[in-house]
């Protein structure tokens, strides 16, 4: 285990009511490139807040530990305030401990001429073994965010292998397809993403994920307008709107021949800074999160993206949005494949 601290651990004492006292956060996959641009905005206070010290915690596999350690000293050279101590390890006995938020960005990634059968096989393993860990060592009250893929079902694996945990702590990042859908209507309209707002994101993190902008509100001169009623453009919304943000990762590959990273590690600051702070009054945020007790026909035990509202730690369902038939056919047609890549992952979670 490598660590380093700005004081010698013996002397960390913290006074429990003081908000000095430190947090644990884990990041997974500490090695890789996602994390390369998450880790920094972690440390400096865009996600907990600029007064919340964090014990950083680094997991990676074994042979990228030489990586890490370079990970760690660019950490230690960005002399951030609020990081009282970086532990770099490839041991979930020691990445898991005492946690508060888990940030599960490692995963197997697909190769070459693998089927998703194969890439649903490997996950599990590693999900199955992520969510015991958290079972037995992480605190009851731990927020679980999961970034890699399959990410709804690698989520639903973790969630079931720790039983301990409330499944509703349990989410999976499907807000660098909500970032997608924004950025996609303010461009359109030529205004900022911060004048848009409420896009859905339903469904699997995948191309059946079904962006829905029925409900989005678009600010206008002062005023907002429904972004079906202000674009004027229903060809554009129902076509390649939806294939533009569903294939949208591909087309990053395609161009950069890597995954997204930066727009991938901000999507993961606002979904846990949402989580920790909650949503702003009047807006709703899409997060991949436990289906049961849904209103909208999607069924149970089924971790797929709705529309959520957060307080106070705690995810609520936002209820009673009128659906179309339009929208029904695409939220239908990614439960389905969700529902089929959770039984082929629960086929190898028993066996696992």
């Known amino acids: 285990i490598r660590r380093f601290s700005y004081f010698p651990n013996d002397i960390m004492v913290f006074d429990k009511d003081d908000k000095s006292e430190p947090i644990r956060v884990l990041v997974t996959g500490a090695a890789g490139q996602i994390a390369y641009s998450l880790l920094y905005s972690i440390g400096n206070g865009s996600v907990f807040g600029k007064d919340q010290?964090?014990?950083l915690v680094l997991l990676d596999i074994t042979p990228m530990m030489g990586v890490l350690d370079g990970v760690l000293m660019e950490l230690q050279d960005c002399a951030?305030?609020?990081l009282k101590d970086v532990i770099a390890t490839d041991k979930e006995e020691v990445a898991f401990k005492d946690l508060d938020v888990a940030i599960l960005v490692g995963s197997m990634p697909r190769r070459e001429g693998m089927e998703r059968k194969d890439l649903l096989k490997a996950n599990v393993k590693i999900f199955k073994s992520q969510g015991a860990a958290l079972d037995k060592y992480a605190k009851k009250s731990v927020k679980v965010i999961v970034v890699g893929n399959p990410a709804?079902?690698?989520?639903l694996t973790a969630s079931k292998s720790a039983p301990s945990i409330p499944k509703?702590?349990?989410s999976c990042l499907t807000r660098l397809d909500h970032n997608r859908a924004k950025a996609q209507i303010a461009l359109k309209l030529g205004v900022t993403a911060n004048d848009v707002k409420n896009v859905i994101i339903w469904g699997n993190h995948s191309s059946t994920q079904y962006p829905d902008v029925n409900h989005a509100k678009v600010k206008l001169q002062g005023k907002e307008v429904g972004v079906y009623e202000a674009l004027k453009d229903d060809n554009w919304?129902?076509?390649e709107f939806v294939t533009t943000v569903q294939q949208r990762g591909a087309a990053v590959i395609?161009?950069?021949k890597l995954s997204s990273a930066m727009s991938a590690a901000k999507a993961i600051c606002d979904?846990?800074?949402?989580?920790?702070?909650?949503?702003p009054e009047g807006e709703f945020v899409s997060m991949g999160v436990i289906s049961d007790g849904n209103s909208y026909g999607v069924p149970d035990d089924l971790l797929y993206s709705f529309p959520v509202v957060i307080k106070n730690k705690t995810w609520k369902f936002v209820e009673g949005l009128p659906i179309n038939d339009f929208s029904r056919e695409?939220?239908?047609l990614t439960a389905k494949e969700l529902t089929e890549e959770k039984e082929t992952a629960f086929e190898f979670l028993s066996s696992a």
Request: hydrophobic letters at 40%; a positive charge; one cysteine or more.
């Open 53 to 55: 010290p964090i014990i």
């Open 80 to 82: 951030l305030p609020l």
């Open 152 to 155: 709804n079902t690698n989520c």
């Open 168 to 170: 509703e702590n349990f």
């Open 237 to 239: 919304l129902k076509g």
């Open 254 to 256: 395609k161009a950069r």
């Open 271 to 279: 979904h846990v800074r949402d989580i920790w702070f909650g949503t």
């Open 330 to 332: 695409k939220m239908d």
